[in-house]
């Protein structure tokens, strides 16, 4: 699989290397036969007395290092120089008929015919290259390599209760991550590298009236739950880790409760239980000190504090990506169910200045299923992933951050998942 998708690349930058490699060979070839040529085209006028002059021997070997230097780009995929070789060789489009006017006598030139040949030759085969390039960037990326931000790709499935917009990422034991409120299956919110590097399977779907799973596909908790079980046979998954994010705490209790046999653990992270909100939610803004006043109990400020320009240009970015829709509407009139229901392990993770999303949502959680384990993390608000001494993590084309408190998070999960 892997020789398949690197074939491509191999091929283009061995052609490359080749081509600059003879590139180089000629033109020390033409200074040894004709060194003319180059004090024409460095110094026209010049007429110096020695054969091969030592400004040219200079330039020649500044000219051998430079190539040598784009060519060990080239063997090693350096994505910026794949643009730089683009522009230079689509210029060709230029050089290629102000060559063909010189050989004609329509525009005079100093150089031998022979040498205007090889230029005009030159010209043609990067031209060639200019082509391929492009042919390679629009379906392979850089260097057939992919794109460095890729768009990630979601699908549609066709249940019998609506449509899911859902997207499958890894391979492994299966996850279904239901992301909270103002967030479709895009977001970059939560734990896909966590979930990832401990060789899950993600299965994340976009909530009825996010992204472009519509309200008709379940504008309850149950309903909604019912969807994904559908969901799950289209897949072929047999039973599924739920992990419910904020708003999306009903219908993974309720999945969980309707269907014990299908879901074998729950994590909740901040999740609401039954509709319960802090006041002024619905009222959001999109920039981060308005809204990361909803967010936490914390003085603004001091949480502001904690967050370098760094963490809170990454904030920003999903809290202004956030869009509710009509997927809110429907998460406020959310309940749980019966939590008696529930035959799941369930790990409850909630932050401890959380602002949105009290203590009391998991706690209620823990009272009423005897099997629910409570974890309280210090993070500074309802958004715990852009907590304090932020960092980020090696996945960076999914934009996943993470906070000192959520390294103890992620160690929780883990020996949840491990018992």
């Not at 490699?21 to 200074?31: A, Q």
């Not at 939560?190 to 799973?213: A, D």
């Not at 959001?284 to 000190?289: D, H, K, M, N």
């Amino acid at each position: 699989m892997n020789l398949t998708q690197h074939a491509p690349a191999k091929l283009l930058e061995r052609a490359l290397v080749v081509f600059v490699g003879l590139l180089l060979v000629s033109l020390l070839i033409i200074f040894a036969i004709e060194p003319s040529i180059y004090t024409t085209t460095l110094w026209p006028g010049w007429a110096p007395t020695e054969r091969y002059p030592w400004p040219v021997l200079l330039f020649l070997g500044a000219l051998t290092i430079f190539l040598c230097i784009l060519m060990y780009g080239v063997l090693h995929h350096w994505r910026w120089l794949f643009w730089p070789i683009l522009v230079a060789f689509t210029g060709s489009l230029i050089q290629i008929p102000v060559e063909s006017l010189q050989l004609l006598g329509v525009v005079p030139h100093p150089y031998p015919a022979w040498y205007s040949l090889f230029r005009g030759g030159v010209g043609f085969i990067e031209l060639g290259f200019a082509f391929w390039m492009i042919q390679t960037y629009r379906h392979q990326g850089v260097w057939a390599m992919g794109r460095k931000k890729a768009e990630q790709v979601s699908h549609l499935a066709r249940t019998k209760q609506g449509l899911i917009e859902y997207r499958n990422v890894g391979q492994g034991s299966a996850v279904l991550v239901l992301n909270g409120g103002h967030t479709n299956c895009h977001s970059p919110l939560g734990h896909e590298t966590f979930f990832r590097e401990q060789g899950y399977q993600l299965i994340v779907p976009s909530r009825p009236g996010y992204g472009r799973t519509p309200s008709s596909t379940g504008k309850t908790a149950e309903a909604f739950a019912d969807a994904l079980v559908s969901l799950l046979d289209c897949l072929q998954l047999d039973q599924v880790i739920v992990v419910g994010i904020s708003a999306a705490g009903p219908t993974a209790l309720q999945l969980a409760g309707r269907y014990p046999e299908r879901v074998s653990k729950v994590i909740l992270q901040n999740a609401a239980i039954d509709g319960r909100y802090a006041s002024g939610m619905i009222r959001l803004g999109t920039y981060v000190q308005s809204m990361m006043g909803g967010l936490t109990c914390l003085p603004i400020d001091q949480v502001m504090a904690t967050m370098g320009p760094d963490r809170q240009q990454a904030a920003l970015a999903f809290l202004q990506a956030s869009r509710s829709g009509s997927g809110f509407l429907h998460d406020i009139h959310h309940h749980c169910g019966d939590l008696s229901r529930v035959t799941a392990p369930i790990l409850v993770i909630t932050s401890k200045y959380d602002g949105l999303v009290d203590s009391s949502h998991a706690t209620y959680v823990q009272s009423h299923v005897p099997q629910a384990q409570l974890f309280l993390s210090e993070a500074e608000s309802h958004l715990m992933w852009f907590s304090a001494q932020l960092f980020l993590s090696e996945a960076e084309s999914h934009l996943m951050w993470f906070s000192s408190h959520d390294q103890e998070i992620q160690a929780t999960m883990r020996a949840f998942l491990q018992a």
